[in-house]
């Protein structure tokens, strides 16, 4: 293993040879919107004072069809997905226009199923990006199982873009399989080097591209070399890793207790990354039970996120996703505009603001935790907005 003198902040489950800035979670800062609560003396989030705080949804996920070129074995859209519904083109259109109009920062084209499987009146998530203005705040990202991404790849199309995820399982042909149950590693991985040459070779500083590692009961044993096949051959800009979770009720994909154990071995013994390192990341990677919450699920209610269903349903994002008590109206019936700052939207960020505060959360699932965490540090005098200059870098548009 390499030493570091320093350890670096960062978000959950990643992880890099020398960690960077853009993995620290005081990036919720450049919201603004914990320093208005507080400077405006407020305690409570209102119908009156939601919007004045939050006028936008800051990042949305906005998942544009069911349908799905894989079968993982981990999936947590199984039961969701079974209707391979999409959101149509004029909604999809609609939507973005109120939301840039809105003030949103971050737009991420992610599941339900494959995004770049999306096709309504001929057109492709290709033709959206080609199509939209985003104008100069906000930023479009994707999150990818990389099989289809050849239809993006031109300068044209992937300059637009911020970030690109792509979702990785294995380092051969057979682990890789085991895991999606589909015989697309090769395609994957010609279009992964791909898109990394075309940025080399026209110079491109964005989009960053990122591997993320989904560590599953299948590959867990081969998370070492997995991590050198996509570091040495690859050459993302940066990899992420995360275990996967049971997100649906009845889900039993988490790795087991002596696989969690076992893996820890691995990160310690096998995996090349910083020494000092290691221990914050296995905290990241496997998080210690009965985690302390914050006094808030500040995210939820200062309005940081917001994800788009295929059915057009808008839910306030959470580890448990469309669960349909918490959905807070449907973009074919309402736009986007009448459903932010709603009465049905207050009552739901209540609703989950409780749940979080009595223990009710499963916080070892949640990204916005640590995000909770450091506005609980602001108002308590212990950490200040970072500089302005490191928004892109820290990737400021997402959250």
């Given at each position: 293993?390499?030493?570091?003198?320093?350890?670096?902040?960062?978000?959950?489950?990643?992880?890099?040879?020398?960690?960077?800035v853009?993995?620290?979670?005081?990036k919720?800062?450049?919201?603004?919107?914990?320093?208005?609560?507080?400077?405006?003396g407020?305690?409570?989030?209102t119908?009156e004072?939601?919007?004045?705080?939050?006028?936008?949804?800051?990042?949305?996920?906005?998942?544009?069809?069911a349908?799905?070129?894989?079968?993982c074995?981990f999936?947590?859209?199984?039961?969701?997905?079974?209707?391979?519904?999409?959101?149509s083109?004029?909604?999809?259109?609609?939507?973005?226009?109120?939301?840039?109009?809105?003030?949103?920062?971050?737009?991420?084209?992610t599941?339900?199923?494959?995004?770049?499987?999306?096709r309504?009146?001929?057109?492709?998530?290709?033709?959206?990006?080609?199509?939209?203005?985003?104008?100069?705040?906000?930023?479009?990202?994707?999150?990818?199982?990389?099989?289809?991404?050849?239809?993006?790849?031109?300068?044209?199309?992937?300059?637009?873009?911020?970030?690109?995820?792509?979702?990785?399982?294995?380092?051969?042909?057979?682990?890789?399989?085991?895991?999606?149950?589909?015989?697309?590693?090769?395609?994957?991985?010609?279009?992964?080097?791909?898109?990394?040459?075309?940025?080399?070779?026209?110079?491109?500083?964005?989009?960053e591209?990122?591997?993320?590692?989904?560590?599953?009961?299948?590959?867990?044993?081969?998370?070492?070399?997995?991590?050198?096949?996509?570091k040495?051959?690859?050459?993302?800009?940066?990899?992420?890793?995360?275990?996967?979770?049971?997100?649906?009720?009845?889900?039993?994909?988490?790795?087991?207790?002596?696989?969690?154990?076992?893996?820890?071995?691995?990160?310690?013994?096998?995996?090349?990354?910083?020494?000092?390192?290691?221990?914050d990341?296995?905290?990241?990677?496997?998080?210690?039970p009965?985690?302390i919450?914050?006094?808030?699920?500040?995210?939820?209610?200062?309005?940081h996120?917001?994800?788009?269903?295929?059915?057009?349903?808008?839910?306030?994002?959470?580890?448990?996703?469309?669960?349909?008590?918490?959905?807070?109206?449907?973009?074919?019936?309402?736009?986007?505009?009448?459903?932010w700052?709603?009465?049905?939207?207050?009552?739901?960020?209540?609703?989950?603001?409780?749940?979080?505060?009595?223990?009710g959360?499963?916080?070892?699932?949640?990204?916005?935790?640590?995000?909770?965490?450091?506005?609980?540090?602001?108002?308590?005098?212990?950490?200040?907005?970072?500089?302005?200059?490191?928004?892109?870098?820290?990737?400021?548009?997402?959250?």
């Open positions: 293993m390499k030493f570091m003198e320093e350890k670096k902040g960062m978000t959950p489950l990643s992880v890099l040879d020398q960690p960077k853009e993995f620290e979670e005081d919720v800062l450049y919201t603004n919107r914990i320093q208005k609560f507080s400077d405006l407020y305690t409570e989030i119908k004072n939601f919007l004045e705080i939050s006028p936008a949804p800051w990042s949305v996920d906005f998942q544009f069809t349908v799905c070129n894989q079968h074995s999936c947590s859209y199984e039961d969701r997905n079974k209707h391979l519904k999409k959101n083109y004029g909604l999809v259109k609609r939507v973005h226009k109120d939301l840039i109009e809105m003030g949103t920062r971050g737009l991420i084209y599941g339900g199923g494959e995004p770049l499987s999306w309504d009146e001929g057109k492709t998530i290709k033709d959206i990006v080609l199509e939209q203005n985003y104008g100069i705040q906000t930023k479009p990202s994707l999150v990818t199982n990389g099989v289809m991404l050849n239809t993006l790849i031109s300068p044209e199309i992937i300059s637009k873009f911020h970030f690109i995820s792509i979702s990785v399982y294995g380092h051969n042909e057979e682990v890789f399989k085991d895991v999606v149950k589909v015989n697309t590693f090769k395609l994957q991985t010609k279009n992964f080097k791909n898109i990394m040459k075309l940025k080399k070779d026209y110079n491109l500083k964005y989009p591209i990122q591997a993320k590692i989904l560590i599953t009961r299948e590959n867990y044993k081969y998370l070492a070399e997995i991590y050198n096949f996509y040495n051959e690859i050459k993302p800009d940066h990899i992420s890793m995360r275990c996967v979770n049971n997100f649906e009720e009845g889900q039993d994909v988490e790795l087991l207790p002596s696989q969690k154990e076992e893996l820890k071995e691995i990160v310690k013994q096998k995996l090349d990354i910083n020494e000092a390192y290691v221990e990341f296995l905290n990241s990677l496997l998080p210690p009965n985690l919450p914050a006094t808030n699920c500040w995210t939820i209610k200062l309005g996120n917001l994800l788009i269903s295929t059915l057009g349903e808008v839910y306030i994002e959470i580890p448990y996703g469309a669960t349909k008590e918490y959905c807070i109206g449907n973009l074919n019936e309402k736009s986007i505009k009448e459903i700052g709603s009465e049905k939207h207050l009552e739901v960020i209540n609703m989950l603001n409780n749940r979080m505060t009595s223990l959360c499963d916080l070892r699932m949640c990204r916005h935790h640590k995000y909770n965490k450091v506005m609980d540090d602001y108002l308590e005098n212990k950490t200040l907005t970072p500089a302005s200059s490191d928004f892109d870098l820290k990737h400021g548009y997402y959250l």
